[in-house]
């Protein structure tokens, strides 16, 4: 099972939009609307900001918001702030009844 | 209020075999839906699932590393246990365990992780 594969880096000025992209296969991320996405700040464990695709656990900011089309899923994060500096990866369930990680991402605010 | 911590050896021999344990609280692993799971990241690296296991015992595995884990419960004592046999150096990583929501394939809570090591 191969990583999703993510854009290494993506930055934006305070106040900006941004958008991760996330592309698998149709075993993965094209098959399933099981599309996470977490966000991972130096020296911390993952935290939950997106799950079955769009939808956003209590708590998350509507700053963050997913979406998919095919087999890239997608993250944006609107009016980009300092805090939300960090990786971002996202996963899969997939047809090997299995999960699987993408490459990640690290988000630089400028 | 959901926690889950990690525990094991912080070094290890290769070739050894390394056993890791999650305990956690403020869930029951016998609730339907319910599942926990291991995921690790080598310092500097990305994430990569492992393994996870359900309510009901049912069990998952990474396809490519499916030959040397295993996972089992302690459903009384609230830990998840994973071993990982013919241990790498390139298994060097912070290894995390998380709790899986039952109407979601997400791992909405995971413990602080703990760092592996692997040397001889």
């Not at chain 1, 880096?9 to 996405?37: A, E, H």
């Not at chain 1, 695709?53 to 708590?59: A, D, L, Q, T, W």
């Not at chain 2, 692993?29 to 690790?40: A, E, F």
């Not at chain 2, 069990?59 to 246990?81: A, E, F, H």
């Amino acid at each position: 099972q191969s990583a999703l594969t993510q854009p290494a880096s993506v930055s934006g000025s305070p106040g900006q939009s941004i958008t991760i992209s996330c592309t698998g296969t149709g075993s993965d991320v094209g098959g399933y609307n099981f599309v996470s996405w977490y966000q991972q700040h130096p020296g911390k464990a993952p935290n939950l900001m997106i799950y079955d695709v769009s939808s956003r656990p209590s708590g998350v900011s509507n700053r963050f918001s997913g979406s998919k089309s095919g087999n890239t899923a997608s993250l944006t994060i609107s009016g980009l702030q300092a805090e939300d500096e960090a990786d971002y990866y996202c996963s899969s369930y997939t047809a090997s009844n299995s999960y699987v990680f993408g490459t990640g991402t690290k988000v630089t605010v400028l | 209020q959901i926690t889950l911590k990690e525990s094991g050896p912080t070094l290890v021999k290769p070739t050894q075999t390394l056993t890791l344990t999650c305990t956690f609280s403020g869930f029951s692993l016998s609730t339907s839906g319910v599942g926990v799971g291991w995921i690790r990241q080598p310092p500097g690296k990305a994430l990569e699932w492992l393994a996870l296991i359900y309510w009901d015992d049912g069990k998952l595995y990474s396809p490519s590393l499916k030959s040397r884990l295993s996972i089992t419960k302690d459903t009384s004592k609230n830990q998840v246990v994973l071993t990982m046999t013919n241990i790498d150096p390139v298994d060097t990583a912070t290894y995390y365990c998380a709790h899986r929501k039952s109407t979601s394939l997400s791992f909405a809570y995971w413990g602080q992780g703990t760092l592996v090591t692997v040397s001889s």
